[in-house]
Each structure stands twice: as structure tokens, then as C-alpha cells.
């Protein structure tokens, strides 16, 4: 079947530095990727998506960057903060069935003071 | 603004008892759907539903019951409880929109079976 897979489980980071969680995947006909952030203890938070047919957005701090060649996303974190240590997810949809995510495995991103 | 409210947060079952997972959202939201994530895995589609009446399976159903009475309520029921079931339950809400992807979380149901 379909899915939506991860390089890394984790990253650790130095506050102040940028991050980059990367992610594949692999069904081509998805119309949108979404990227969530999920706290310990709390539900996912959406963070920023992408088109397909775009290649890059930018958000506040975060840029998403979309490479339809290798099937490959990847989320920018400028200038990490120690708020930003969470787990990350990619997600994808098709068809606008924004009720319908596959979600990666996720990358667990840990910033240190 | 209270977004998606799941209840109860935690909740210990024996092996065969039956339950159900409050999931209410005051957003108006058409779309609502049932998530459950188990350690090291990302969140695995359960359940879903387009509009009150309307409801669907998803990637994992089998041992769930869903119902969409209103368009606010959007409960899960375990019929019989079982050890695989132990999860993080999460419920989540969204528009009818094709250009808007942004899906709200509740913030979780933690279910032992035992």
C-alpha cells in the first residue's frame, strides 16, 4: 500500500541553530503534504502544507521544501528554540479528504540550551 | 474556545468490557475522524466521517464502531475490549474545504487494556 516514511527518528539541535526533518514518500497522486507537530502528552498541531504542485513554502521560521523527482519533503526550522523540541510528522491527503491523513512514523526533535 | 474536547484522558479496561470515546468538537466542522497511535508509529486512521449520518472505515477498524448522530459528536465504541487496543486514542475535526489541509487534534484518550 501507500505510504509516508521518515530518514531520521531523531534530531538533536543546538538552540539557535536551523533543523531539517526530512521525509519520503512514496504515493504520487496525494494532493497535499502536511506537516504536524506534536508535544509530549498533547495531540498533533498543524504546522504548515504544501501543495503538490508547488515546491516550496514558507511559513514563520519554517519552510517546506517538496521534491516531486525523488518523492522526498523536508521541514526547515530556522533558528530551533528549545519550544520547538516535539515530534514531527509528515502527512499526507488525496482528493481534499482532509479527514483522511497517512501520517509518517515520525522524527523526534530535541533542542538543547 | 474550546476546539476538540476528547474524555475521558485515561482509562484502564479489562479484556472484554465495551466502551466509548467522547469526541465533540464546537468548530462546526464537517469532517471528523478517529486516530490511533502506538509507540514509535505514526497516527493510523481508525474511522472517519464527512457529515452527521455519514460515517466510513479507515486503515484499522476492525474491533470499532463509529456513529455521527450530530455534527458536533463523533464517538468510538469498543465492543470488547482487547490487549492490541491499548493505545493513544485521538480524535480530530476539519473543514469541507479543499484548500484548507489543517486538521484540529483533541488532545488524546491513553487506553490500557488489560
Known amino acids: 500500500g501507500e505510504s509516508v516514511g521518515l530518514h531520521l527518528p531523531t534530531l538533536s539541535v543546538q538552540e539557535g541553530d536551523n533543523s531539517i526533518i526530512n521525509c519520503a514518500y512514496s504515493n504520487s497522486a496525494s494532493d497535499y503534504f502536511i506537516w504536524y507537530k506534536q508535544e509530549s502528552g498533547k495531540g498533533p498541531q498543524f504546522i504548515i502544507d504544501?501543495?503538490?504542485?508547488?515546491d516550496k513554502r514558507q511559513g514563520q521560521r519554517v519552510t517546506v521544501l517538496l521534491n516531486k523527482t525523488v518523492k522526498h519533503l523536508s521541514l526547515q526550522i530556522a533558528a530551533t528554540q528549545p519550544g520547538d523540541s516535539a515530534v514531527y510528522f509528515c502527512?499526507?491527503?488525496?482528493?481534499?479528504?482532509?479527514?483522511?491523513?497517512?501520517f509518517g512514523k515520525g522524527t523526534l526533535l530535541t533542542v538543547n540550551p | 474556545n474550546a476546539g476538540v474536547t476528547q474524555t475521558p484522558k485515561f482509562q484502564v479496561l479489562k479484556t472484554g468490557q465495551s466502551m466509548t470515546l467522547q469526541c465533540a468538537q464546537d468548530m462546526n466542522h464537517e469532517y471528523m475522524s478517529w486516530y490511533r497511535q502506538d509507540p514509535g508509529m505514526g497516527l493510523r486512521l481508525i474511522h472517519y466521517s464527512v457529515g452527521a449520518g455519514i460515517t466510513d472505515q479507515g486503515e484499522v477498524p476492525n474491533g470499532y464502531n463509529v456513529s455521527r448522530s450530530t455534527t458536533e459528536d463523533f464517538p468510538l465504541r469498543l465492543l470488547s475490549a482487547a490487549p492490541s487496543q491499548t493505545s493513544v486514542y485521538f480524535c480530530a475535526s476539519s473543514r469541507d474545504r479543499p484548500r484548507n489541509t489543517e486538521a484540529f487534534f483533541g488532545q488524546g484518550t491513553r487506553l490500557t487494556v488489560v
Open positions: 504544501i501543495r503538490s504542485n508547488m
Open positions: 502527512a499526507e491527503n488525496s482528493g481534499g479528504s482532509n479527514y483522511k491523513l497517512t
